[in-house]
Nanobody, 122 residues
Framework: VQLQASGGGLVQAGGSLRLSCAAS????????MGWFRQAPGRERELVAG????????YYADSVKGRFTISRDNAKKTVYLQMNSLKPEDTAVYYC????????????????WGQGTQVTVSS
C-alpha cells in the first residue's frame, strides 16, 4: 500500500484546511487509517484515527471539536478537515494505515505517506 498525502499549506489562525490521503492497492478498505503530526523538536503524535468502516473515530484532545476525520473507501481516500486552526497546529502531517488492532495503537500503523506541511500564522 502506498499513501500520498496532500492539501497542506499556509493559513491564518482561525482558518481551515482539508488534507487528503490517497491510497493505492486493493486492501485500503480493510485498514484503519490515521493522521499524525510532528512539529519541530516534538515527537510525532496521533491526531485522529478512523476504523476501516468509518464507524469508529478517535481524536486527540487538542483537536476535538475542530478536526474531523473521514474516509471514502470507494475512492481509497481518507480526509482530515481542520477548522479553527491555531498556530500550535503547525506541523508536518502524515497519514498512515494498517490492519490496526485499535486506531489508537500507534504501533500498528505500518504504512506511511510522505508528510504535508501545515503552517498556521498568528
Amino acid at each position: 500500500v502506498q499513501l500520498q498525502a496532500s492539501g497542506g499549506g499556509l493559513v491564518q489562525a482561525g482558518g481551515s484546511l482539508r488534507l487528503s490521503c490517497a491510497a493505492s492497492g486493493r486492501t485500503f478498505s480493510t485498514y484503519g487509517m490515521g493522521w499524525f503530526r510532528q512539529a519541530p523538536g516534538r515527537e510525532r503524535e496521533l491526531v485522529a484515527g478512523i476504523s476501516w468502516s468509518g464507524g469508529t473515530k478517535y481524536y486527540a484532545d487538542s483537536v476535538k471539536g475542530r478536526f474531523t476525520i473521514s474516509r471514502d473507501n470507494a475512492k481509497k481516500t481518507v480526509y482530515l478537515q481542520m477548522n479553527s486552526l491555531k498556530p500550535e497546529d503547525t506541523a508536518v502531517y502524515y497519514c498512515a494505515g494498517g490492519l490496526v488492532r485499535s486506531i489508537r495503537y500507534v504501533g500498528d500503523y505500518e504504512y506511511w505517506g510522505q508528510g504535508t506541511q501545515v503552517t498556521v500564522s498568528s
